[in-house]
């Protein structure tokens, strides 16, 4: 995939790290939000960048992330800006945290800070990945409707970063 014409790729080590790498999988957005499930159809307003997570190693793929490209509250407030998943035979390897500091690093160069990631409480792993990463527990709340219709439970953990 490349990358859109009105954005210039990021400097490549914002994209990698000595374990990891992401790799730009599709952009969603205005241009094919017919394309994305009938649930997800509301955020086709903001851009979404979608990475494979791939050992730099070998160029495995051990998982997927995503970055919304979007200030707009009621979208961050409703489902964050990240979103991410290690495939079960590669967790507990610390890909996730690498992964969310690449996004962290990403969502600064394109002046995206505060990022918001949001977790359900009982997934520890997942909470625990975002700290190390350096993200803060803003609160823990209900879940927006959105959210509960792409698969999330009643209750969220909404984490941050500070804003520099």
């Not at 851009?47 to 997927?64: K, P, S, T």
């Not at 160069?109 to 909470?127: M, T």
Request: glycine share 10%.
């Amino acid at each position: 995939m490349t990358w859109p014409d009105d954005v210039p790729p990021p400097p490549p080590e914002l994209l990698a790290d000595e374990a990891i790498e992401l790799r730009l999988l599709r952009v969603m957005g205005p241009h094919n939000v017919e394309a994305r499930p009938e649930n997800e159809r509301f955020l086709g307003r903001v851009r979404e960048y979608r990475f494979a997570i791939h050992r730099r190693g070998d160029g495995l793929r051990v998982g997927r992330i995503h970055l919304r490209a979007t200030r707009d509250e009621a979208i961050l407030r409703a489902v964050g800006h990240s979103g991410y998943a290690v495939d079960e035979e590669h967790r507990r390897n610390g890909y996730a945290t690498r992964a969310i500091c690449l996004i962290i690093g990403l969502a600064r160069h394109w002046d995206l800070l505060p990022l918001w990631v949001l977790i359900e409480p009982h997934n520890a792993a997942s909470r625990g990945a975002v700290e190390r990463a350096g993200l803060v527990l803003a609160e823990v709340g209900d879940s927006s409707p959105e959210l509960i219709a792409l698969g999330m439970g009643p209750t969220v953990c909404r984490y941050t970063t500070t804003a520099g």
